[in-house]
């Protein structure tokens, strides 16, 4: 079975600070996929990131960037120098590969809460 | 190009009635899945069609149905409601070939309250 589990419920920086978001998963397959989405309050989920399990290459993209480490089967997210626009729930998903085994599995959400 | 688009935004039922969500995809997504999102269960995976054909279903009794048309419309029922259907119902869209190389995209979702 796969499991996502991201520890921190709830967290609150003062704006222009750093935060890491943290994702564990589990899984017994070789070849998976990890995604992160953000949901602001009008409940979309938006697509952040996507990352296979063959490149752990670590991915930044502006003031957002990303740690996978198969090693402790993390996949950490960061928002350099936070922004009042960042607080959402953020979401780290697992799926498998193949056709019809691509269904995601959720983590149960980071909430981020960012103080001007 | 538009997004996915989820209709209606807001429905409330009370128990024992249906109900039925829409969700029209990305023009040109052949794949369309659904999720229920809680406060206590999080977001859950309820099935996902690709070309007319439910290609995976997640673990959720029978009262939940869903269909997809040949334009990729795509359509959740959920029959005899219960209190515990509350819940936001997300619809998410991909092309449905290449694999997961092309993310989901999700609908503002339903949000479906039941007295």
């Known amino acids: 079975a796969q499991k996502v589990t991201q520890a921190q419920t709830e967290i609150s920086v003062v704006e222009k600070e750093d935060v890491t978001l943290d994702c564990v998963y589990e899984t017994r397959d070789t070849t998976y996929y990890l995604f992160w989405y953000k949901q602001p309050p009008s409940g979309e989920l938006v697509f952040l990131i996507r990352r296979n399990s063959f490149d752990e290459q670590n991915e930044i993209s502006g003031r957002y960037s990303w740690n996978f480490q198969k090693s402790t089967s993390s996949f950490n997210f960061t928002i350099t120098a936070s922004q009042v626009v960042d607080s959402a729930v953020y979401f780290c998903a697992l799926s498998r590969s193949g056709f019809g085994n691509e269904k995601l599995t959720f983590g149960t959400g980071t909430r981020l809460t960012i103080i001007p | 190009k538009a997004g996915v688009t989820q209709t209606p935004r807001y429905l409330i039922k009370t128990r024992g009635q249906q109900v039925t969500l829409s969700c029209s995809p990305i023009s040109g997504h052949r794949s369309v899945s659904w999720y229920q999102q809680t406060p206590g269960q999080g977001l859950q995976f309820l099935f996902e069609y690709f070309s007319e054909t439910q290609r995976n279903k997640g673990n959720f009794p029978g009262r939940f149905s869903g269909r997809q048309f040949s334009n990729s419309r795509s359509e959740m029922n959920v029959s005899t409601l219960e209190l515990g259907d509350s819940a936001l119902y997300l619809c998410?869209?991909?092309?449905?070939?290449?694999?997961?190389?092309?993310?989901?995209?999700f609908g503002s979702g339903t949000r479906l309250t039941i007295v």
């Open positions: 998410a869209s991909r092309p449905g070939t290449g694999g997961l190389g092309y993310g989901y995209t």
